[in-house]
Every structure is written in structure tokens, then in C-alpha cells.
């Protein structure tokens, strides 16, 4: 099972959300960054279920890393982050083998791995494992320190009123439900001129990461499908100046899968969390029926609100392998 992504920085995540340890490895880190445990708190601190309908699961989170100096600066060789599992009960998840949950990687899992796959708390393909995603984004950004990053998220179900998303929340919990929403994230200070045409734009590069975040259904850039309703000369960005600057930013900063150095603007819709606590009609291998599921374990109930750093990560990743990838070129 192969879990890398990267030319330059290559990052390679391992575990799975009940097993002892999970985390991350990086190869091409640059000589010379410092990172501490501290670096990694505000990160993983927005990442915690600590708002209404998250999980009531807990972990400490304290970032083992390995691979650095006596000065806690990288080497150049690879990086190393470990996190332990403490707070897992394995047991919610054995009657899922014969039962598995609708919408979930338990089936497709299973018949991939073989029946000896370890699917408690959804494997691999858990939520849990992003937690190396955001310890690999927190060394990204160092990589690429004059970008700014504005992560937030914008839609929960069909709302749009942030002031209106817990409300959204506690009634799909109320009806032991769950519920989606779409995550933006705009980044100042992009260098401009990284990607290439094609299978190494921008948009394709930065995708692959960003469906790689569990529950991850769509991605777009500037206006996305927004821009299809439009003409070319209502959409089209107007030049301003000689560095490139635009009147509008529809193309989300980004010129046939080259960086233009306007802001990149990209959104990412997250499904409804798949693990629900009301009863589903979903068929059962070991009678060869359908018959009704009650999943229980712990889960959240709105997952876009958590996954909000994440997208961040995923992206300040992209950026920073194409930010590497640049250097490699004018070496």
C-alpha cells in the first residue's frame, strides 16, 4: 500500500487510525529549518474537536519528530513526525465486517487488502489520518514563508451564514444525522510562475492532493462552476499592470496551470460525514439481506469545520514542492 505524493518533497503518511503510532515521513526538506513541537501546536489546535457536533475522541497529538540536528534544524535528510494512538476502542468497529457502512471504504477496503485489513476506526481512509497531513503542512509553510494563508469555511449544508452554521449542526445531530460543507482557501503571496501545462498544472498538481483528503468530493478554482453561467467578457480577468495584477481573480490566480502571482483562490466541497448515528437499511454479508445498521463508535457530525486546516496543509504542500521544484530549475 502506497501513501506518497511529491517529486521533490515527497511525503509518504503511515499508520491508521487504531494502530499505535500513524504519521508522516518527508524527503527533500531543505538543510537548515528549525521545527520544534511547539511549531506544530496552533495547526493541530485547529484541527482538535473542540466545537459543537465534533467527536468526543481525544488525543494528546504531541508531535514526535525525528531526523533533525542538535539544534532542532532539518538535515537535509529525511523528517520524521510520529503521533501516538491512546484513545481508541477498536470493539465499536468488529461488527462492521459482515455489516459494512453505507458510503464507507469498509467494503472496498476488505476486498482490496484482503480480510485480515484492520478497518476500525475506517483504516487508512479515517479522518484520523489527517492529522499527518497538518504536521506535513506546518513544515511546507516553512518552506514557502511569504505565502499567507486565509483557510475558512464558507458552507455548511445550504447555508452560507456563519453565524448560522451551529444551528445547521446541532439539528442534523439532533436527528442523528450528519451534515457537509465547502472549504476556501485564498493564499497571498504566491510565487508566481510555478506549475506547468497540463499533467503538472497547478489546478491537476494541487487536486491530487486535495481529493486525497478523506470525505473530499470536489475541488475548483477561482469562480469554479460558478463561471460556467458567465460570458467570456463578463469572466475574463483584466490585465492592470506590468507584474501581472487583474482587475477580477475568476481564474483563481492561476493561468493555464501556471501561477499568475494574483491570489490563489481554491474550494473544496466535503460530503456529509458517512458515519451516522441514525439506523440505515444496508446489506449484511453474513445473512445476504439487507438489514438495518446502527454503526455507533464516535464520529462527527459536520467534519468540513476540522478539515479546514487540513486544506491548508494539502495546499501549502503542493506549494511547496513546486517552490522546490523551481529552485531544482535554476540550480
Do not use: W
Not at 532539518?74 to 510520529?82: D, P, W
Request: proline letters at 5%; aromatic letters at 6%; glycine letters at 10%.
Amino acid at each position: 500500500m502506497q501513501n506518497s505524493f511529491g517529486k521533490i518533497l515527497r511525503v509518504t503518511i503511515f499508520g491508521a487510525s487504531h494502530s499505535p503510532q500513524l504519521g508522516v515521513v518527508m524527503e527533500g526538506v531543505p538543510c537548515g529549518i528549525r521545527l520544534t513541537p511547539d511549531m506544530f501546536a496552533e495547526d493541530i489546535n485547529r484541527r482538535r474537536p473542540n466545537t459543537v457536533g465534533t467527536t468526543p475522541r481525544r488525543e494528546d497529538d504531541i508531535p514526535v519528530i525525528e531526523g533533525l540536528d542538535s539544534d532542532c534544524c532539518t538535515t537535509g535528510g529525511a523528517v520524521r513526525i510520529v503521533f501516538n494512538n491512546t484513545n481508541i476502542r477498536s470493539t465499536d468497529y468488529s461488527h462492521l465486517v459482515d455489516h459494512p457502512r453505507p458510503s464507507h471504504a469498509d467494503l472496498v477496503q476488505r476486498r482490496k487488502y484482503g480480510a485480515e485489513y484492520n478497518l476500525a476506526g475506517g483504516g487508512i481512509a479515517s479522518g484520523r489520518m489527517t492529522v499527518a497531513l497538518v504536521a506535513a503542512g506546518v513544515v511546507a509553510k516553512q518552506i514557502v514563508p511569504e505565502a499567507r494563508f486565509d483557510c475558512r469555511v464558507v458552507q455548511i449544508g445550504s447555508e452560507c451564514d456563519p453565524a448560522r452554521f451551529d444551528d445547521i449542526i446541532v439539528a442534523a445531530e439532533r436527528d442523528g444525522d450528519s451534515v457537509g460543507g465547502v472549504i476556501e482557501c485564498r493564499v497571498e503571496g504566491v510565487s508566481p510562475l510555478r506549475g506547468e501545462p497540463f499533467f503538472d498544472s497547478v489546478e491537476s498538481v494541487m487536486s491530487h492532493l486535495l481529493f486525497s483528503i478523506p470525505a473530499v468530493k470536489g475541488v475548483e478554482f477561482g469562480d469554479g462552476f460558478a463561471g460556467v453561467v458567465k460570458r467570456g467578457s463578463q469572466r475574463n480577468d483584466k490585465i492592470l499592470a506590468a507584474d501581472g495584477r487583474t482587475l477580477s481573480n475568476n481564474e483563481g490566480g492561476i493561468n493555464g496551470g501556471i501561477t499568475n502571482g494574483n491570489p490563489l483562490v481554491v474550494r473544496v466541497a466535503i460530503k456529509p460525514t458517512s458515519s451516522i448515528a441514525r439506523e440505515q437499511l444496508t446489506y449484511n454479508f453474513a445473512c445476504g439481506e439487507m438489514q438495518p445498521l446502527k454503526i455507533g463508535g464516535r464520529h462527527d457530525v459536520c467534519i468540513a469545520r476540522r478539515a479546514a486546516v487540513v486544506v491548508e496543509a494539502a495546499v501549502a504542500i503542493a506549494l511547496a514542492d513546486f517552490e522546490l521544484r523551481a529552485y531544482e530549475e535554476f540550480a
